[in-house]
């Protein structure tokens, strides 16, 4: 609940832009009223390969509402590590509504360290905010193996937002995400 005021359709779309049926099933961090979730949706995924993860009580109550086929996790994103989801298999994208910049450098890491161990290779963690800049920061990167790259912005949204798209960096299978034996 970071921001000023709900994301707005033209963010929801650039935030989505890259994820389609292939990407089932696709994991979402901070849905809140469900924007991004309507979004995937409009994009052809069914909300049976959705999970939506969602601390807000209120707001899940509501996704429950609104989404009644996809899974509905109430709990702290920080917490993903250990879960298991979608029967097992692996997502081909996340999508994050979640206010990264109000969060410590160890809830970051945690966050994408436990989504990461929910994605497929070549999976990507999509994030926006209302910063200047990629609201993870350089040494949480780093330190998980990740690379980080703007896919665009857009000045209809209020305030105006930019989306990253987080991935594994190709240069570094051997790091705390690689994939043994598969």
Not at 57 to 68: E, I, K, M, N, V
Not at 98 to 106: E, F, I, Q, V, Y
Not at 135 to 155: F, N, Q, S
């Given at each position: 609940?970071?921001a000023?005021?709900?994301?707005?359709?033209?963010?929801?779309?650039?935030?989505?832009?890259?994820?389609?049926?292939?990407h089932?099933?696709?994991?979402?961090?901070?849905?809140?009223?469900?924007?991004?979730?309507?979004?995937?949706?409009?994009?052809?995924?069914?909300?049976?390969?959705?999970?939506?993860?969602?601390?807000?009580?209120?707001?899940?109550g509501?996704?429950?509402?609104?989404?009644?086929?996809?899974?509905?996790?109430?709990?702290?994103?920080?917490?993903?590590?250990?879960?298991?989801?979608?029967?097992?298999?692996?997502?081909?994208?996340?999508?994050?509504?979640?206010?990264?910049?109000?969060?410590?450098?160890?809830?970051?890491?945690?966050?994408?360290?436990?989504?990461?161990?929910?994605?497929?290779p070549?999976?990507?963690?999509y994030?926006?905010?209302?910063?200047?800049?990629?609201?993870?920061?350089?040494?949480?990167?780093?330190?998980?193996?990740?690379?980080?790259?703007?896919?665009?912005?857009?000045?209809?949204?209020?305030?105006?937002?930019?989306?990253?798209?987080?991935?594994?960096?190709?240069?570094?299978?051997?790091?705390?995400?690689?994939?043994?034996?598969?």
């Amino acid at each position: 609940m970071a921001a000023i005021a709900p994301s707005g359709p033209a963010l929801a779309a650039l935030i989505t832009s890259e994820i389609g049926t292939r990407h089932a099933p696709v994991l979402e961090l901070g849905p809140g009223t469900g924007v991004f979730t309507r979004a995937l949706i409009a994009r052809g995924l069914a909300p049976e390969d959705l999970a939506l993860v969602e601390l807000d009580d209120t707001f899940a109550g509501l996704l429950r509402t609104r989404f009644p086929e996809a899974q509905i996790l109430q709990m702290s994103a920080a917490r993903l590590r250990g879960l298991s989801l979608f029967d097992g298999r692996k997502a081909g994208a996340a999508v994050s509504g979640l206010g990264l910049l109000s969060m410590s450098p160890r809830t970051v890491m945690a966050i994408l360290s436990g989504t990461f161990a929910h994605l497929r290779p070549g999976a990507a963690f999509y994030q926006f905010t209302y910063g200047p800049r990629c609201p993870v920061p350089r040494p949480v990167l780093d330190r998980l193996g990740l690379e980080a790259r703007r896919i665009g912005g857009t000045l209809r949204n209020l305030p105006p937002a930019s989306v990253y798209r987080i991935a594994r960096r190709p240069s570094a299978p051997q790091g705390p995400f690689a994939q043994h034996g598969h």
